[in-house]
């Protein structure tokens, strides 16, 4: 019988990518809106204290293991922003790319630089932590390109994918080197003895 991983999140874009992240393990991920468990309110002061306290909740609530993580998009020439506020910036997906175009519309291509922070917890039922971190650096579209992604993914050019956003890349080479790819890198030990029925106890990371 598989494992269940509860994920806090109601993204239904976030769900499919976790589950792409973590193919080939013997884990169910269930979201909490499938299971019909309210969201955590997001109430950190970083990324790290969001995906703690998601985490936490959703272990709480189901009784089982449960996945939390809060990534955003953080642009230099905007001092930092949206950072925390990156799903909250605008109504949608595509009102928050068209801000952020907004907001850059006079910044020459030389300074659009911004990257990518994932902050991903996993939490044990016994109310243990096992935490990861991820980060990509890039820089910012005129316009957005590709449909392989959400949030701001066609906006977004990572540095190791010359011309190509994040939206544009193939799911494998996208899952590879995106920041939520490498924080669930960092918790892929801990997750393989979880799918094994193991104890995952030795496999804590800390979390940058």
């Given at each position: ?53 998601k985490a ?82 890039g820089s ?69």
């Amino acid at each position: 019988m598989r494992r269940v991983l509860v994920v806090a999140t109601g993204n239904p874009g976030k769900l499919v990518e976790l589950r792409e992240l973590v193919s080939g393990l013997d884990l169910e991920l269930r979201s909490l809106s499938e299971l019909g468990l309210p969201s955590p309110e997001e109430t950190g002061g970083t990324f790290a204290q969001n995906a703690e306290l998601k985490a936490r909740a959703a272990a709480d609530a189901a009784k089982t293991w449960a996945l939390g993580d809060d990534s955003g998009l953080c642009v230099d020439a905007l001092g930092g922003a949206p950072g925390l506020h990156s799903a909250r910036w605008a109504g949608n997906d595509e009102a928050r790319r068209a801000r952020l175009l907004r907001e850059l519309d006079a910044v020459p291509a030389g300074r659009r630089a911004a990257h990518f922070f994932c902050a991903a917890a996993l939490c044990a039922p016994d109310g243990r932590l096992f935490r990861a971190a991820g980060r990509v650096d890039g820089s910012i579209a005129t316009a957005p390109r590709g449909t392989n992604g959400f949030g701001y993914d066609p906006l977004f050019l990572p540095a190791e994918t010359p011309g190509r956003t994040l939206a544009e890349l193939p799911s494998a080479e996208k899952n590879r080197l995106s920041h939520r790819g490498r924080a669930l890198a960092g918790l892929r030990p801990t997750l393989e003895a979880l799918a094994r029925g193991a104890d995952p106890g030795d496999f804590s990371r800390p979390l940058t």
